[in-house]
């Protein structure tokens, strides 16, 4: 294995460059798609539940890999992993362009979705293996500023190409830039890591650890339907199964002492799922309120939207370099008490709330998140050894990718209630604005409750609620 020191400027000056490059980018397909699905639906005569499928395709294959591939990468490199991803991705997206029915659209997506699961397992590993402990806050935070950035233009030229290119063009914008990380990867970084090189990989953990995600996160969106109690129930058998099988091997692809001995990665992930869930359908939901209730173009409401990740971007690397110093779980408490904030306020939206309010509440939104984001991230990645940075690293992006998906599950529950399986039009936009806001104010009273998730981790938790003598 070729041996790079840490301390060389230049080689972790690629490295940031390279992991950036491929969050930007990630991150601007993943929000740049949401503006599309009014244009694929219309395309393809889709309804809501479909339009939904969309996203939920590609967050399902995400949620079932990730922790697999953050495994696959300890041991067989993560460097070679994550290239692969990126590799995969660029060869899906340059199909999806000549997909002709919403079936094709969805199977292309959940190809995207374990190519991402292959990039984001092993990314924030990468990063944390090259910085030091003092400097990997600054790191993460600026890999994460690259993210929300590309989560920011996403809406605008999302929105810019749908409405005078077509929504296929978001995925040709795409391939070029693909090509170019790929060639940055094999030039600038000549280093590999795999700290548990030589390791058996356990196949039946992941086959039932597959089985488990899928029945939960397939069985959640369709409920309360037969179907989805079903794949439910199959979901906690395996997953109990899951357990047991862990326990008892000797190269497990998830190490559950991290969850009972270590209470910063434990809380830190947990915190990390709720505060996903709560956000991960805000961009949805608008997109939706803003093209069809308000009736605004693809172009206007990115510009619109815009102001939820930009925010995040613009706090993520300060936030980042103050939990070097300070207790991620405060800084990330008071993040999460912001966004609750905003999601409150977004339950009284109407047909006639001014826009003014929306870009506010999407601002609050984002910089709260960007409070929260990179001192979680920071905590859980250096809570663990080194050894286990790629089942950190699987584990980060799996609470977000199952957050995402129960955010999705939950929408598409309140839409199957309130919607049914029509198309959206003028005669269901009042049975739309209620399935929104009943479903803001269900995400608002999951973030307040994770505030105390996220405090949690904090050995010093008790003394924030001792009384004063």
């Not at 490059?21 to 699905?37: D, N």
């Not at 009972?260 to 996903?276: E, T």
């Not at 093209?291 to 690397?317: E, F, R, V």
């Not at 839409?415 to 209620?434: C, K, M, N, Q, V």
Request: aromatic share 12%; with cysteine; glycine share 10%.
């Amino acid at each position: 294995m070729t041996q790079i020191s840490t301390e060389d400027k230049s080689f972790k000056r690629s490295i940031l460059i390279v992991t950036a490059f491929a969050s930007f980018f990630a991150s601007f397909l993943f929000s740049a798609i949401v503006l599309a699905l009014p244009a694929i639906g219309n395309e393809f005569n889709a309804d809501a539940i479909e339009m939904g499928w969309i996203l939920n395709s590609f967050s399902l294959s995400t949620g079932i890999f990730l922790l697999i591939f953050g495994r696959l990468g300890d041991i067989v490199g993560r460097k070679r992993i994550f290239f692969l991803g990126i590799l995969m991705t660029t060869l899906s997206i340059s199909v999806i362009v000549i997909s002709w029915n919403i079936i094709m659209v969805i199977i292309l997506r959940i190809i995207q979705g374990l190519a991402n699961a292959m990039i984001f397992s092993t990314l924030m590993a990468i990063v944390t293996a090259a910085f030091e402990p003092g400097e990997r806050g600054r790191a993460l935070g600026l890999n994460l500023t690259s993210t929300y950035l590309g989560l920011s233009l996403g809406p605008v030229l999302g929105g810019l190409l749908t409405q005078y290119l077509g929504w296929r063009s978001i995925f040709l914008f795409i391939i070029p830039f693909n090509i170019i990380t790929l060639i940055l990867i094999k030039k600038k970084i000549k280093v590999e890591w795999a700290d548990s090189s030589g390791a058996k990989f356990d196949l039946t953990g992941s086959l039932v650890y597959g089985l488990a995600l899928f029945g939960f996160m397939y069985g959640f969106p369709i409920l309360p339907s037969a179907m989805g109690w079903i794949c439910l129930a199959g979901g906690l058998l395996f997953g109990l199964l899951f357990v047991f099988i862990e326990q008892r091997a000797d190269n497990p692809i998830f190490e559950f002492q991290l969850i009972f001995k270590n209470r910063l990665f434990a809380f830190s992930s947990l915190a990390s799922i709720i505060i996903y869930t709560s956000i991960g359908t805000t961009g949805f939901f608008t997109s939706l309120y803003l093209q069809y209730l308000k009736g605004l173009d693809a172009t206007t409401t990115g510009l619109i939207m815009i102001s939820q990740p930009l925010g995040t971007a613009l706090l993520s690397t300060v936030a980042g370099k103050i939990s070097d110093r300070k207790s991620p779980a405060i800084i990330a408490s008071i993040g999460m008490v912001i966004v609750s904030l905003g999601l409150f306020l977004f339950c009284l939206i109407n047909e006639n709330t001014h826009m003014a309010y929306l870009v506010a509440l999407l601002a609050i939104i984002g910089l709260g998140f960007g409070l929260f984001s990179s001192p979680n991230t920071n905590a859980i990645m250096s809570s663990v050894e080194k050894k286990y940075l790629g089942i950190a690293s699987g584990t980060l992006g799996t609470m977000r990718t199952i957050g995402q998906m129960l955010s999705m599950g939950i929408a598409m529950m309140l839409f199957s209630l309130h919607i049914g399986r029509e198309i959206i039009s003028p005669s269901t936009f009042p049975a739309l604005i209620t399935a929104i806001r009943t479903g803001f104010l269900v995400f608002a009273i999951l973030c307040t409750l994770g505030i105390f998730a996220s405090l949690a981790r904090d050995r010093n938790f008790s003394r924030y609620f001792a009384p004063r003598r």
